[in-house]
């Protein structure tokens, strides 16, 4: 399906010029990525304005959202962001990044991107280690705008915020970089 025409090829182009590489839509959702609005691509309708980060992070905590895929940067809102929304069981992957035109905000969008596709890739072998399981979920939320974390939760027990601050009252806010790399390094982790 990738390269095969479509909305998900003018994303792709999209993304491209502006020196970014495409977000880690997994292939059973490419087909279903349309045009919803300029610069606005979903695999299904949608409620919340996409820069409403904390609506879709409680909804998919909730389980009350399916597998979908959300990457827009909405001319309308400010501050300018590149939203991208990504869930397959069990990985729920929520990235808000401050967007402008320079190539060293390009740069550091793409990293982060390329650290979330390591990520996406490494799930397969998380879940066969026992690190996850499929009725559970890894949640990973960065924001240039707001505090994030990543938790970990199985269908049955409470989620444990490994990424979340360390000290009661800590205001400090880790970069999406830095959320997004530590959970990859507890997906690797073995035994």
Known sequence: MRGGGGDYDRLMRLLAEAGIRMPPVPEALCRQLKERAEWVFSTRTFKAPPADLLYYVRKAIAGALPDFALIARPAEARPLALHV???????????????????????????????????????????????LTLDGRLTVVGSDFTAGFWEVAASTERAVRPGAAKRPGARTISPPQAIVADALRWCRITG
């Open 85 to 131: 929304y990504i869930l397959q069981a069990p990985l729920q992957l929520f990235l808000q990044l401050r967007w402008d035109e320079t190539p060293a905000v390009a740069a550091g969008i793409d990293a982060i991107l390329a650290l979330s596709e390591e990520l996406a890739r490494e799930i397969p072998a998380a879940l066969r280690r026992g690190r």
